[in-house]
């Protein structure tokens, strides 16, 4: 199984300040986008919506098989695109296709 390298997704509402002087980000837009080429491969993130700090931030999402009802944990980032944030995976290509074989394969 061949799987493209998925690209970073902007964030939909990038930084948002935190009552308590933290910053927050909203990351569902960026998860959305990369939750639309998941689809292809019989994939899905499952990620909080917003998540705490800005560029260089970590996160931790379920990665789960829409047709086997399998999941892993997968860690994703927060990261600068054009100047923009984005999302995208936090391992290695090879790290993210294992993951993605690991819950879609039966």
């Not at 995208?88 to 790290?95: L, N, P, V, Y």
Request: overall charge negative; proline content about 2%.
């Amino acid at each position: 199984m061949i799987v493209r390298r998925l690209a970073a997704v902007p964030v939909l509402l990038a930084a948002l300040a935190a009552g308590c002087g933290g910053e927050k980000s909203d990351v569902s837009g960026g998860v959305n986008a990369i939750n639309q080429e998941l689809a292809q491969q019989g994939a899905r993130l499952d990620c909080p919506k917003e998540v705490d700090g800005g560029e260089g931030a970590t996160f931790e999402c379920d990665l789960e098989g829409t047709q086997t009802n399998k999941s892993t944990k997968i860690e994703m980032k927060i990261v600068k695109e054009n100047g923009d944030l984005a999302v995208d995976f936090a391992g290695t290509r090879a790290q993210v296709q294992a993951a993605i074989r690991r819950v879609t394969t039966g």
